[in-house]
């Protein structure tokens, strides 16, 4: 029986993608501006609806951007108050994931500089 195993990767994957998950919800609604900042509340309850502790966060984040439903069938429906996705709601989810990836760089820049200057003599 290697059932164990399967299920001990699956509890370490949900374990190390916490943060990241959080993480990436949170720079696509500042990345958003004004309109992503009002959407924070929505994302706890809609990133809550997936079975996995993990995947909801940046898959509502972007539903409630977009104003979008995304539904997996007898599973999960995020932001089910939104309109169908559309073939052009892809360029938009492309534009703010390159934002947010931006924004990622720039603070990761400015804290390696940071840290950098502080061990200087």
């Given at each position: ?47 809550g609806k997936p079975p996995s502790p993990n995947s909801g966060w940046p ?63």
């Amino acid at each position: 029986r290697w059932e164990w195993a399967g299920k001990w990767a699956a509890r370490v994957d949900d374990i190390l993608s916490w943060l990241p998950a959080r993480l990436t919800a949170g720079l696509l609604l500042l990345v958003a501006g004004g309109r992503g900042l009002r959407l924070a509340g929505a994302l706890r309850k809609e990133a809550g609806k997936p079975p996995s502790p993990n995947s909801g966060w940046p898959m509502a984040a972007m539903a409630l951007l977009l104003g979008v439903t995304l539904r997996k069938p007898l599973v999960y429906g995020l932001n089910p108050d939104g309109r169908e996705a559309q073939a052009a709601d892809t360029a938009r989810a492309v534009a703010y994931a390159e934002k947010a990836l931006l924004a990622l760089m720039a603070v990761t820049v400015i804290a390696m500089i940071y840290v950098a200057a502080r061990r200087l003599p």
